[in-house]
């Protein structure tokens, strides 16, 4: 049971780069979410999804956008990478109607923009 | 707004002392609570949360926590501290009014690195 899988696990974009950061959970949760960890601000939410075919602002999204392709699947994209957003990134996911089940986290993306 | 707040950043005990990790939260309904901990270059583990019912929570490793809802508070504890304790312990919260099938967000606080010596 792989639970929730992120790719890439590290990754360096110049300035003005896009990627897209991936995220796959094999729970059959409702519910997902993009955090960044950043040093002294733990974790801010970016986005989250509380349903298939729904999105959400979380407490920082500009810079990125996302998608949920399915009920597996939730992607993060950077469309031109700043600096600002070098950091590791979390995807986790949740039962979600059920607002009192904990999420699940993934390992991670670290993520360096040069 | 809900809100998580870890008043310290840096929490050293010896080991086999009692330790505490301190969070107080701030919702508009009542609160879910959780507790997770990330140890270096890895993701985030669930401990333990509250729902309802009894203050005093037990969860995974020795761990339990204490609901009290007049101070807004629920602190992490553990009577007898290991040195493979130490890693980076946060606490979030999920309010509880929120519209059904939106999930509802989860907010962290900003962490407390708990550091046990031998």
């Known amino acids: 049971n792989a639970g929730v899988t992120q790719t890439p696990k590290f990754q360096v974009l110049k300035t003005g780069q896009s990627m897209t950061l991936q995220c796959a959970q094999d729970m059959n949760h409702n519910s997902m979410y993009w955090y960044r960890q950043d040093p002294g601000m733990g974790l801010r939410l970016i986005y989250y999804?509380?349903?298939?075919?729904?999105?959400d602002k979380g407490e920082v999204p500009n810079g990125y956008n996302v998608s949920r392709l399915n009920k597996r699947e939730f992607s993060l994209r950077l469309e031109s990478a700043a600096p600002s957003q070098t950091s590791v990134y979390f995807c986790?996911?949740?039962?979600?109607?059920?607002?009192?089940?904990?999420?699940?986290f993934g390992q991670g993306t670290r993520l360096t923009v040069v | 707004a809900q809100s998580v707040a870890q008043p310290e950043d840096q929490v050293n005990v010896a080991e086999g002392n009692p330790l505490t990790v301190k969070c107080t939260y701030s919702?508009?309904?009542?609160?879910?609570l959780f507790w997770y901990v990330q140890y270096p270059n890895r993701g985030l583990q669930f401990l333990l949360k509250y729902i309802t019912g009894d203050n005093l929570v037990k969860g995974s490793y020795g761990f339990e926590a204490e609901f009290n809802k007049s101070q807004t508070s629920f602190h992490l504890k553990k009577p007898s501290a290991l040195v493979s304790d130490s890693a980076l312990y946060f606490c979030?919260?999920?309010?509880?009014?929120?519209?059904?099938?939106?999930?509802?967000?989860?907010?962290f606080g900003q962490g407390t690195e708990l550091s046990v010596k031998p």
């Open positions: 919702v508009s309904g009542n609160p879910y």
């Open positions: 986790a996911s949740s039962e979600g109607q059920d607002r009192y089940t904990e999420a699940f």
């Open positions: 999804s509380a349903s298939e075919g729904t999105t």
């Open positions: 979030a919260v999920r309010d509880s009014r929120v519209i059904y099938n939106q999930g509802g967000k989860l907010i």
